[in-house]
């Protein structure tokens, strides 16, 4: 029915001009008074004639207005496939398609080449500064002092931005590098947990961890950075008390921090890219992109990540690692 009112509508001046022509013609018949039959054949003839004429020219209108449709969805658009051009108008029309089409082809290259030449920078950047890193690390290694530990947990925290870039960049590769397998949830986390032994003791923060005593099908260095992210925020926001490391039924990895919380506002948009919240703001050094990650990264391996926190009481976050079967390698 939308359809037919834009058409009839696209079409009003020729109904216009039709009915005057109608006008005149009865105008005509009055002025020599002709008798009454003689004026109803013939407009009753004209009205038919006019209606079969509509009828079949609704009809192609509507059929090139099926053809059209799926280009609606379509990205690139080719000439070939849009159907012929009746009119001069819709002759123009395919012209503009075609150099839209073009302009947006070379407008896509060129944005596709300045993200790679952009990817390709940041990759280079990110292992060539690991390289100072590294050199820091150990010389670090060969003092024991109170400014050698504090610079020893600075450079930690360089080297988790400097991973985070790194796997910024590949979740926006086409390629991943995923390995499935079934593996040790305990090794894991002590892993990564060991990771922020320094920061542990410095900072006097107690550690509660609970075997957990079971094993998940899951890629072993993907899921490490988003526990190791996590462990980073309850570090960062938990001025004391402890982190409680625990495995809820039936496969729920359950970090606790006793931090400073999440205002009830923030909770909901947390996972958000670039989303800081009122403690990010107050810690100027929040990127808010560490839970993102984390999201992401969960959904490609088939896990959820989900969080409740309470003000001044401490935040809660659950990674669920229960999925469905898939092939192991």
């Not at 799926?70 to 503009?96: G, H, K, N, S, V």
């Not at 060991?194 to 957990?212: A, M």
């Not at 004391?240 to 506002?265: F, M, Q, V, Y």
Request: aromatic letters at 10%; a neutral charge; proline letters at 3%.
């Amino acid at each position: 029915m939308d359809l037919f009112m834009k058409y009839l509508k696209s079409h009003r001046r020729i109904f216009l001009t039709a009915l005057g022509f109608c006008f005149i013609f009865v105008c005509s018949f009055l002025l020599y008074h002709l008798p009454l039959e003689a004026l109803l054949y013939p407009t009753l003839l004209c009205i038919g004639i006019g209606l079969v004429l509509c009828v079949l020219d609704y009809s192609r209108v509507k059929r090139k207005h099926e053809l059209l449709q799926p280009f609606r969805t379509m990205t690139d658009i080719m000439d070939e496939l849009l159907p012929l051009a009746d009119t001069i108008q819709e002759e123009d029309y395919r012209q503009i398609i075609r150099l839209l089409r073009e302009e947006h082809d070379a407008y896509r290259k060129e944005t596709d080449r300045r993200y790679t030449d952009m990817i390709e920078y940041y990759t280079v950047w990110a292992h060539q500064i690991k390289t100072p890193i590294a050199s820091m690390r150990l010389q670090l290694q060969n003092e024991d002092s109170t400014l050698s530990r504090k610079l020893t947990s600075d450079l930690f925290r360089v080297e988790q931005y400097v991973e985070m870039v790194l796997t910024f960049l590949r979740l926006g590769s086409d390629s991943t590098d995923y390995v499935f397998r079934e593996y040790d949830l305990d090794r894991i986390v002590r892993s990564s947990v060991k990771k922020f032994s320094h920061e542990f003791i410095s900072r006097k923060l107690r550690l509660i961890y609970e075997p957990l005593q079971t094993t998940v099908i899951t890629d072993e260095k993907w899921l490490s950075f988003v526990i190791e992210q996590v462990l980073s925020n309850a570090l960062k926001y938990t001025p004391a008390g402890s982190i409680t490391i625990t495995l809820e039924s039936p496969k729920t990895l359950r970090i606790r921090d006793t931090g400073i919380g999440i205002a009830p506002e923030d909770l909901p948009r947390i996972f958000e890219n670039g989303y800081t919240g009122y403690n990010g703001r107050t810690d100027r050094k929040a990127s808010g992109i560490g839970l993102y990650l984390c999201r992401r990264i969960c959904s490609n391996l088939g896990h959820t990540i989900t969080a409740s926190s309470t003000v001044d009481v401490g935040t809660i976050i659950d990674i669920d690692l229960s999925q469905r079967k898939m092939k192991m390698e």
